[in-house]
């Protein structure tokens, strides 16, 4: 009942507007952590990214600045069963105003549509599907760190480009697999390579043999790995148990995080190329953030998803300040106005299909002779500017831009 | 070249004998739950996070002591098996004369505790361990290129397989073991220490956990989930094979793995459910298991 009523109170608000009195609900910005606390995903989002999230309150001051704030976490399992239910207690029962991070693309497409449902605010970080942005976006929703394009444009692009042209790929069996192996073969095609077969996995298989040996078979050049997490790291360790690299084949890790990096160790990852969207160690700031993180975090590095996170929540306050209201709506469309800066992403802008842009850079992992110390993982190989980085927004068949 | 169901016959061979190989690590698994449920009519739950616990062994000895993979062989079991007997005396034995199911809901709890204890300390992305050099590399058999480490896994189970079945059913400690679970106060009588034998096998048991994880630490990653992951599945082989019945949980363990790289083939997308679809359809027709008495 006093749901009903706050939600007839806040939809009077609404319409009455403009001229209203905007404020702060229940007199806390209430942020939830919604992500992977325990399985595949938990290291590269987990509980950094409810790190990072205190973070971003801290430098931004809220507590000086009169904003008062919470943050709350808790576990999607991976499922999209259990995420919509999490979302649906936090907006309706326990105040939450904004959804943060969010990997795994199945739930977060689930978040997204309840989160325009009930008018919050979604800031993802960890989930790739382009369709974020694209055809499932919505005036709620940020798509920030990095998304399943722009991955498949900076990695396939550099992968053809260098004579990797027939591809086998090996697909997580979910929206996000899915949306990453489309716009990758996309990139291929284009480029005038060709896509001789692919197989579809379920997501968290630890074993890969059959799927291994049927990519050999194939004779493709390039066995792309449109997965993820644990899979991917399963998948690139067996590869090289059954000679596919030695056989002549490539291996195309579509989507590789510093934390994959660790968890093969150099030996076996050295050569790999992928795109990120940040890296600890691309400048002073970035470096300076990565030691007070990784203090906190029991010496652990963050990952590009930590670090959107951050940027995310950071910018995400600003737009709570300059608004004084935390009106889901309200502040993602401020969000859109303001332009974005932080130590991690620098300077940038998010459109109005939801997309956050940013440079993005193509890595190559260091051998291990190369690395001089903890997480030394990456070779910076090109930067891609922010205005190439991300899907052109006409190509998005995003409806919030058709209808402008 | 000539197909089977549109799949060229070269590649089913390559996929039969991946089946084998996954089948070995459900064997070895099932044996140990089977021998444990037979003996002392525990349902073992904590079995995912022993073996999880073998391949951590494994990843500890050599980078904390440089022991290598043989070294870990031998170690890493004996060290998993000495904390399933602290488990089984304190805890286990106190449950003996209550129902089946607090011996499950107490492993299912411990099972829970130590996964998250690992996993609050290292993290679920998993930790490198790599296959000993001697059997890394393999051999091109036409058909496929068969990794040595793969062929070593299938022998080793095989040997232990076997190896625990003959000393159950073939030898006279066997039949001690034997004749506790039937009758334990008239073994005792004849002067056998009971308890302590129950002790012993599921020590043993437990091994054999270990032992499964150290096998797998050079294909798997490291990580405190990878006994989660694979419990459940090889819980359904012991179901499929009937409860208790070892020689049912070998020949389970392997046929399922089969079955299992078969539909990777045909219908990957099933591949994760297909063992649960076969547990169901032999729980209807059979309800003992396909190898189980009563």
């Known amino acids: 009942m006093i749901f009903k009523r706050k939600l007839l109170a806040a939809a009077a608000m609404l319409a009455l507007s403009a001229g209203a009195q905007a404020q702060i609900s229940g007199n806390v910005v209430k942020i939830g952590v919604l992500n992977d606390q325990s399985s595949l995903y938990a290291d590269l989002s987990g509980q950094g990214s409810v790190l990072a999230a205190k973070m971003a309150i801290e430098d931004f001051g809220a507590a000086k600045k009169g904003i008062k704030t919470e943050v709350i976490f808790a576990d999607h399992q991976n499922k999209a069963d259990v995420g919509s239910q999490i979302a649906n207690k936090w907006y309706d029962a326990e105040g939450v105003d904004v959804i943060v991070d969010t990997p795994n693309s199945g739930v977060a497409l689930a978040v997204n549509q309840i989160t325009k449902d009930k008018k919050k605010a979604f800031l993802v970080s960890g989930a790739a599907t382009a369709d974020l942005s694209g055809k499932a976006c919505s005036p709620n929703t940020l798509h920030w760190t990095y998304d399943t394009w722009m991955l498949a444009n900076g990695t396939g692009n550099a992968i053809v480009k260098t004579g990797g042209d027939s591809w086998f790929f090996l697909t997580a069996d979910y929206a996000f697999g899915h949306a990453l192996e489309r716009d990758t073969e996309a990139v291929v095609l284009k480029t005038g390579g060709k896509v001789l077969g692919k197989v579809r996995h379920p997501l968290n298989t630890q074993d890969f043999s059959s799927f291994l040996l049927q990519a050999q078979a194939s004779k493709a050049k390039i066995v792309g790995l449109a997965n993820a997490g644990g899979d991917t790291t399963n998948a690139i360790k067996q590869a090289s148990e059954f000679g596919i690299v030695k056989g002549g084949q490539n291996l195309a890790g579509l989507l590789v995080f510093l934390t994959d990096v660790h968890a093969l160790g150099l030996e076996k990852a050295q050569g790999l190329i992928f795109t990120e969207s940040w890296y600890w160690d691309l400048n002073d700031d970035s470096r300076a953030w990565t030691k007070r993180f990784a203090a906190a975090n029991g010496g652990k590095y963050p990952t590009m998803v930590h670090a959107g996170v951050y940027s995310a929540v950071l910018h995400y306050l600003k737009a709570v300040e300059a608004t004084k209201s935390d009106d889901g709506t309200k502040v993602i469309a401020e969000m859109k106005k303001l332009p974005t800066d932080d130590p991690l992403f620098g300077k940038g802008t998010v459109r109005a299909d939801g997309r956050k842009v940013h440079p993005a850079y193509l890595v190559e992992v260091k051998k291990p002779s190369e690395s001089k110390g903890p997480y030394d993982y990456y070779k910076v190989r090109a930067t891609i500017p922010a205005d190439q980085a991300f899907r052109p927004m006409a190509e998005g068949g995003c409806p919030l831009v058709a209808a402008k | ?294």
Not at chain 2, 9 to 37: D, W
Not at chain 2, 67 to 76: C, D, H, P, Q, T
Not at chain 2, 141 to 170: D, H, N, Q
């Open chain 2, 1 to 294: 070249m000539t197909e089977i169901f549109g799949v060229p016959t070269q590649a089913l061979f390559g996929q039969l004998l991946i089946g084998l190989i996954n089948g070995s690590f459900y064997a070895l698994l099932s044996l140990g739950l089977a021998v444990i449920f037979g003996l002392l009519n525990i349902i073992n739950f904590t079995h995912g996070a022993q073996y999880m616990m073998g391949a951590f062994a494994a990843y500890f000895l050599l980078n904390k002591l440089g022991l290598n993979y043989w070294w870990a062989l031998v170690l890493a079991p004996l060290a998993v098996g000495a904390t399933g007997v602290i488990i089984e005396r304190l805890m286990l034995s106190r449950l003996y004369k209550l129902d089946h199911l607090y011996g499950l809901l107490l492993t299912f709890g411990l099972a829970l505790i130590i996964q998250g204890a690992f996993r609050h300390e290292y993290g679920s992305a998993g930790l490198p361990y790599s296959i000993p050099e001697i059997l890394s590399g393999g051999t091109n058999l036409g058909f496929m290129f068969l990794p040595k480490y793969r062929a070593w896994v299938i022998v080793a189970s095989l040997v232990v397989c076997v190896g625990t079945w003959l000393v159950i059913e073939r030898t006279k400690l066997g039949a001690y073991l034997r004749a506790a679970t039937e009758n334990p106060a008239m073994v005792q009588a004849f002067g056998v220490n009971v308890p302590r034998m129950i002790t012993l096998t599921y020590g043993f048991g437990v091994a054999l956990a270990g032992l499964a994880g150290v096998m797998a630490a050079p294909i798997y990653q490291v990580n405190p989930l990878m006994g989660a992951d694979t419990i459940i599945v090889v819980f359904a082989v012991v179901v499929i094979g009937g409860m208790g019945s070892i020689m049912g949980a070998v020949i389970t363990g392997f046929g399922l793995g089969v079955i299992e790289g078969l539909t990777k083939v045909f219908y990957p997308e099933a591949s994760n459910t297909v063992i649960f679809v076969i547990m169901a359809i032999v729980l209807m027709i059979r309800p003992q298991g396909l190898f189980g008495s009563r």
